[in-house]
């Protein structure tokens, strides 16, 4: 994460539990473990000693003396920059670099069990002298609330709006097309036999991390995202999403990766939004500084 060296790191000072847990080294640790067996052909699972190690890599730890209101370091989770990605809402007073940090442990909220993302905008251009090293947090609370290091390698698409805020007279001829796709699979025979194509998974909404576009609301019925400041409805800003692809949205799969070893996840990030969600930033596009809110899906 570019960051100045002069400039405090964000942390999270809301009261909860954050002295046990799993050490950030061990995760990494463990993936790279994993990730050296599936790369193995063919795949015959873990050895005696690497499934030793990970058992041992996966060890809950303790922190006795941590007190629920340490400063406790965000985790960085991704940085967008204006020139790598031209649907980036715009910033205030020309910011150019959109940062996401957010704290490795869900227990925030008036419920004790929300994630707390954190959001900030930045001049990239004004930035000195860089932070070499991020402090992180001793201990996280998930091993899926850690994300691995990886590029972004961004690609343009059309969407187009989640099906439930269609009108219902599209939404019937919608569901006939998806109904006349899915019987003519069925009746065809042979290897070249396609999978059917469906509006929700295949042509609106894409899978993965992504920015704008339009949000989905399959585990919850669409609700308004009005800003809390000046009640304008939102755009949304970013996805973060727990895989690129799965089964059932397979049509999303970039071209240079199709056809590489099976691998359990299409997940390079490594970072899950509760076990399998997603999470949608919206931010006002009127005043980009006013707060942003989220969704979990």
């Known amino acids: 994460m570019l960051w100045p060296a002069d400039e405090?790191?964000?942390v999270c000072e809301e009261a909860h539990g954050r002295g046990r847990g799993r050490r950030p080294a061990d995760i990494?640790?463990?993936?790279q473990v994993l990730a050296t067996a599936w790369a193995r052909e063919p795949f015959c699972g873990l050895t005696d000693d690497e499934r030793q190690l990970v058992d041992e890599l996966s060890r809950t730890h303790r922190i006795p003396e941590a007190s629920d209101t340490d400063p406790l370091p965000l985790v960085g989770l991704a940085q967008l920059y204006r020139r790598d990605i031209p649907d980036l809402p715009a910033g205030p007073d020309d910011c150019d670099l959109r940062q996401v940090f957010w704290c490795p442990f869900d227990a925030h909220g008036a419920g004790r069990h929300d994630p707390l993302p954190h959001l900030r905008w930045r001049r990239s251009a004004e930035v000195g002298e860089p932070l070499a090293a991020p402090p992180e947090p001793q201990l996280v609370g998930y091993e899926w609330y850690v994300p691995e290091?990886?590029?972004?390698h961004p690609e343009q698409v059309a969407t187009y709006p989640f099906a439930g805020l269609l009108p219902e007279e599209l939404c019937a001829r919608l569901d006939a097309w998806d109904e006349a796709q899915e019987d003519e699979a069925e009746q065809s025979d042979g290897e070249d036999r396609a999978e059917p194509l469906g509006y929700q998974y295949d042509l609106s909404i894409p899978p993965g991390w992504r920015v704008g576009g339009f949000a989905s609301w399959h585990r919850t019925d669409p609700y308004p995202?009005?800003?809390l400041t000046c009640a304008t409805p939102m755009n949304l800003l970013l996805t973060v999403?727990?895989?690129e692809w799965d089964e059932g949205s397979g049509s999303w799969t970039p071209l240079e990766e199709r056809g590489l070893p099976p691998h359990p996840f299409a997940s390079p990030t490594e970072f899950h939004v509760g076990r399998s969600g997603e999470l949608n930033f919206f931010?006002?596009?009127?005043a980009p500084g006013h707060p942003h809110r989220w969704s979990l899906q």
């Open 149 to 152: 290091p990886c590029v972004l």
């Open 225 to 227: 995202m009005n800003c």
């Open 8 to 10: 405090p790191w964000p």
């Open 28 to 31: 990494h640790h463990k993936r």
């Open 283 to 286: 931010t006002c596009p009127v």
């Open 241 to 243: 999403d727990s895989t």
